[in-house]
């Protein structure tokens, strides 16, 4: 029982500095991925939080429609591309192209976008939007 305790919290302490090791070279411009799958976790990760964000400003706005939606698709690829081409330098032709990086988490960051724009859209604006729909 000792001797499992003690490897659990072994292998606990390695991935805390794995990722305390993949946060500090996210945050730093130019750096090194051994690992391909760690830069597109961050590119995954930093993605789901842009599109959190965007939802909350674009409903607070209040944006509504395809204008809506073009500017995510817009802002949200548009950091990406600029994040991994311009502050990072990796080598896009070892993960397949831009397309690919661009690509990585698109849809559930745009989930995330859709419910977090519907519901501070909703609560914010709540008042008008009934009032639109009884006229």
Request: with cysteine.
């Amino acid at each position: 029982m000792v001797a499992k305790a003690g490897h659990n919290e072994k292998v606990a302490k390695v991935k805390t500095s794995h990722i305390a090791s993949v946060w500090n070279r996210a945050i730093k411009p130019n750096s090194e991925w051994s690992d391909k799958d760690d830069f597109l976790d961050v590119v995954y990760w930093a993605r789901q939080v842009l599109g959190i964000l965007i939802g909350i400003v674009m409903g607070i706005i209040p944006l509504k429609g395809f204008v809506a939606l073009a500017l995510f698709a817009l802002v949200n690829c548009g950091v990406v591309y600029l994040y991994s081409n311009n502050f990072q330098s990796i080598d896009e032709e070892a993960y397949g192209g831009m397309w690919e990086i661009v690509k990585e988490g698109f849809m559930t960051s745009f989930a995330c976008f859709l419910v977090t724009w519907i519901i501070f859209y909703t609560g914010i604006h709540f008042d008008s939007v009934v009032l639109e729909k009884s006229l």
